[in-house]
T-cell receptor
């Protein structure tokens, strides 16, 4: 079945450091790829998405490029802030006979310190 | 746009009682709503998918009689945990999707359920 693998956390960075959170996926067909962010005690917020190969999703300084050749969708940000501390989930979605379901990775906690 | 409201945000109740959680799409019509369960420091586990006016589709291993889902309108879905026990304590999150195809899901803020 479809699956998403994320790097384990927590990832601890100093403010203004460069961030990369790795995400790879296994899926048949052509899934759409997403990054969601979850702040403590809250639900998930869509951060960015890409629907086809070579698409780049971007939002709030975060970027991720859909790489079909490496089945990856790594999340990057050039300069993180303390307010970026959260758990980040990579996910894929495909239209199937059962509907359009999200498959999540296990999440990567990011801690940004001053 | 695309705001999903979940209520209550936190509930504590005694073992054996039933608890209802509401999920509302505030500014769009949700063709489909999803219910997830999240254990501490773990990912989201899809429990069921509900389409307005029809029965929910439950994931394997999720008890239908335990977790009752009603999607009565295009803006409201409810999850009722019946005869709740301490092992049902968890963080429950709903999401809603408008339209069909590859549309993103929009998530509520979750409900922390604690059964004593």
């Amino acid at each position: 079945g479809d699956s998403v693998t994320q790097m384990e956390g927590p990832v601890t960075l100093s403010e203004e450091a460069f961030l990369t959170i790795n995400c790879t996926y296994t899926a048949t067909g052509y899934p759409s790829l997403f990054w969601y962010v979850q702040y403590p005690g809250e639900g998930l917020q869509l951060l960015l998405k890409a629907t086809k190969a070579d698409d780049k999703g971007s939002n709030k300084g975060f970027e991720a490029t859909y790489r079909k050749e490496t089945t990856s969708f790594h999340l990057e940000k050039g300069s993180v802030q303390v307010s970026d501390s959260a758990v980040y989930f990579c996910a894929l979605s495909k239209v199937t006979g059962g509907g359009n379901k999200l498959t999540f990775g296990t999440g990567t906690q990011l801690k940004v310190e001053l | 746009g695309a705001v999903v409201s979940q209520h209550p945000s936190w509930v504590i109740c005694k073992s054996g009682t039933s608890v209802k959680i509401e999920c509302r799409s505030l500014d769009f019509q949700a063709t489909t709503m999803f219910w997830y369960r999240q254990f501490p420091k773990q990912s989201l586990m899809l429990m069921a998918t509900s389409n307005e006016g029809s029965k929910a589709t439950y994931e394997q291993g999720v008890e239908k009689d335990k977790f009752l889902i009603n999607h009565a309108s295009l803006t409201l879905s409810t999850l009722t945990v019946t005869s709740a026990h301490p092992e049902d304590s968890s963080f429950y999150i709903c999401s809603a999707r408008k339209g069909t195809g590859v549309q993103p899901q929009h998530f509520g803020d979750g409900t922390r359920l604690s059964i004593l």
